[in-house]
């Protein structure tokens, strides 16, 4: 069976960097956190749905298309917080419509082209965002490579403090934070700022405001 979509629908498309470098114990722990994350995505909406390929490939189609960046920072960020030898290449990608199959892996239309040919265009980088808007993604060009980067730099330590706080949508404060990780108040806020959360968070906030704009229906 398959659906078809008329209105904004997201793509997150990607891989492990070096994933045969990672022993038997790594990978377990990496597929456990692949799985988690997109069950948590899932929780999102429920129409939400996803892959993985051969261990270390991952897909998620995402109907709150709103949320598509918030869902692949959560992706990198989770993903980098198990170590330093852990790190993924994503490709974002919305459209106005798709053909959504009984699989992932059997979808097709814009945003899954779209995420799959970002996804081997990447080399250096590792993320990267397309749209079937020319408008939108050019305004998020230069903002996704500042995100890259910045993510890029993350530690192991800064991505676990940051997590909480994507996954909560703001709604944990930085005292709570700080008692969920049995550390200092001090410690966190120093972490979160370190980390460039503030602008993370407010660019997460725009393309959320841009993307609607574009994908109303």
Not at 43 to 54: D, K, L, V
Not at 82 to 105: C, H, N, P, Q, Y
Not at 135 to 155: H, N, V, W
Request: charged fraction near 25%; proline fraction near 1%.
């Amino acid at each position: 069976m398959k659906s078809s979509h008329n209105k904004g629908i997201a793509v997150i498309s990607g891989d492990i960097v070096n994933s045969s470098d990672l022993t038997a114990a790594q990978y377990e722990r990496l597929l456990k956190r692949i799985k988690d994350i997109q069950a948590w995505i899932s929780e999102g909406n429920s129409a939400n749905a996803h892959s993985i390929e051969r261990g270390d490939e991952f897909q998620s189609v995402v109907h709150d298309y709103q949320n598509a960046l918030r869902y692949t920072i959560i992706y990198r960020v989770a993903i980098k917080a198990l170590g330093k030898e852990f790190e993924s290449r994503i490709s974002v990608a919305t459209s106005a419509s798709a053909d959504v199959r009984a699989t992932v892996s059997e979808s097709m239309g814009g945003a899954f082209v779209l995420s799959g040919r970002g996804l081997k265009a990447l080399k250096n980088d590792r993320l990267i965002f397309t749209a079937d808007h020319s408008e939108l993604a050019e305004q998020f060009d230069l903002l996704i490579k500042y995100l890259d980067r910045q993510l890029t730099e993350l530690t192991p330590r800064q991505c676990e403090v940051m997590l909480p706080m994507l996954q909560t949508a703001q709604d944990l404060s930085i005292s709570d934070l700080a008692k969920h990780l049995g550390v200092a108040v001090a410690t966190v806020s120093k972490s979160l700022k370190a980390s460039g959360w503030p602008l993370i968070d407010a660019l997460n906030s725009r393309f959320i405001t841009h993307v609607k704009e574009h994908y109303h229906v």
